[in-house]
Nanobody, 130 residues
Framework: QVQLVESGGGSVQDGGSLRLSCAASGYSYSSYCRGWFRQAPGKEREWVAVFSLRGGNINYADYADSVKGRFTISQDNAKNTLFLQMNSLKPEDTAMYYC????????????????????WGQGTQVTVSS
């Protein structure tokens, strides 16, 4: 059974940085999608970054315009852990952040079908104060 566990959230001031982690277990696929999403109070969930893994390597990645240039994803294959490095944080980045994965898609389809991911973590809260 696939399990995703996020960590690393917290409270920072405007302009600060945080690194979120998402540890995955139960995955044995050679290619699949992973991503980060967020949901602020009273708002719909939105995607932050998605990428495709093939043979342990990231072969496709995309970021939402609102975080492009500030957030960076990376993967530790040995630990099967996904990271989201968030720099220059803004109050509007305040949200619950979730990692997600899906083995049904890969490559560019990780972006196209980003709203259909079928495995989700429990979320970690990020709060940015001005």
């Amino acid at each position: 059974q696939v399990q995703l566990v996020e960590s690393g959230g917290g409270s920072v001031q405007d302009g600060g940085s945080l690194r979120l982690s998402c540890a995955a277990s139960g995955y044995s696929y050679s290619s699949y999608c992973r991503g980060w999403f967020r949901q602020a109070p009273g708002k719909e969930r939105e995607w932050v970054a998605v990428f495709s893994l093939r043979g342990g390597n990231i072969n496709y990645a995309d970021y939402a315009d609102s975080v492009k240039g500030r957030f960076t994803i990376s993967q530790d294959n040995a630990k099967n852990t996904l990271f989201l490095q968030m720099n220059s944080l803004k109050p509007e980045d305040t949200a619950m952040y979730y990692c997600a994965a899906d083995s049904r898609f890969s490559d560019y389809w990780c972006y196209v079908r980003r709203n259909e991911y079928n495995n989700w973590g429990q979320g970690t809260q990020v709060t940015v104060s001005s």
